[in-house]
């Protein structure tokens, strides 16, 4: 297959372009930022101003992404930046994510061959692009991929799934393993807290169980937001049906945080059920996490 470079952005006229990396697709005038903060029309061209600029770089435990049946037992170099293009009230990495870059550029910048040389020195056998969503700083996230490529490592995506068609399938020319993020299934629900359209994240699944790169997804599961039996057994079966049976399904329990503190933490016997109604619908591989057994 040969896999095309996609455009960034594209030009609207003399005075505004169109983000393409994501599915948001904000229309920018120059000097505006697009609704990640992470990403701003300058002189009519999109400025990644993150590049170069992680603000969490550590080891963590592939099992941490999470990713339970890739390099298992391995340990991953892990970046972020600031920036997101959702809007999750419940967002753990909230202090970053939910952060604008402010244009002032700090003096040290972390280059890609940098990172891919830290990841070397520290044993990692791979990248991980995670903490924030990596689509909004996928030209600093690819090149750091393919340097890391070249030196036999694997690169990891921690995701929720909103990334363009064109994106999506020129990931897989540098993406080895992805955990994807599937908030709900309720597409109402799904606009009203993320910010983000559920038919989208669907449509990009579908594609990553369809391509080379190993997939995982991740749920966590919400009181009185994703909790039902139905909606779980909705999610099941989606992943069953139309991803894979063999599809690894992780189901986390909440803890209140950021905008959403009116909640109780999910009890370990919801994150069980879940667990139970995953197996009920076929699925080889479903996980709990976040609680204490």
């Not at 005075?15 to 903060?37: M, T, Y």
């Not at 244009?103 to 830290?118: A, H, Q, T, Y």
């Not at 490592?153 to 020129?170: C, D, H, M, P, S």
Request: net charge negative.
């Amino acid at each position: 297959m040969d896999f095309f470079q996609p455009e960034y952005f594209r030009e609207i006229d003399k005075e505004s372009i169109k983000c393409l990396l994501c599915e948001r697709s904000c229309v920018l005038k120059n000097g505006q930022k697009g609704f990640c903060g992470a990403n701003k029309n300058i002189d009519n061209e999109l400025v990644n101003l993150v590049y170069g600029h992680p603000v969490a770089l550590n080891i963590d435990h592939i099992e941490k992404k999470p990713l339970y049946r890739f390099l298992k037992g391995s340990e991953t170099y892990s970046l972020g930046t600031l920036g997101c293009n959702f809007k999750c009230l419940w967002c753990q990495n909230y202090s970053i994510s939910q952060k604008t870059f402010n244009d002032k550029i700090p003096s040290e910048i972390i280059l890609p061959d940098e990172v891919v040389s830290g990841a070397i020195q520290s044993g990692c056998m791979s990248v991980s692009y995670t903490y924030n969503e990596p689509a909004v700083f996928y030209p600093y996230a690819k090149d750091i991929g393919m340097i890391a490529r070249e030196n036999g490592l694997k690169n990891i995506f921690v995701t929720n799934g909103y990334q363009t068609e064109a994106v999506v399938q020129n990931m897989i020319s540098w993406v080895d393993a992805a955990n994807v993020d599937l908030k709900c299934f309720d597409s109402v629900r799904h606009k009203k807290f993320t910010g983000g359209d559920l038919e989208i994240v669907l449509r990009n699944l579908r594609s990553f169980a369809g391509s080379p790169i190993h997939l995982e997804i991740t749920t966590l599961i919400i009181p009185d937001f994703n909790d039902s039996d139905k909606e779980l057994s909705d999610i099941a079966n989606f992943i069953s049906d139309e991803l894979g049976k063999h599809i690894p399904w992780h189901v986390s329990a909440f803890h209140p945080d950021y905008k959403m503190t009116d909640r109780t933490s999910t009890p370990k016997e919801t994150v069980f059920k879940a667990v139970e109604i995953g197996l009920s619908k076929g699925l080889k591989y479903v996980y709990p996490g976040n609680i204490r057994l």
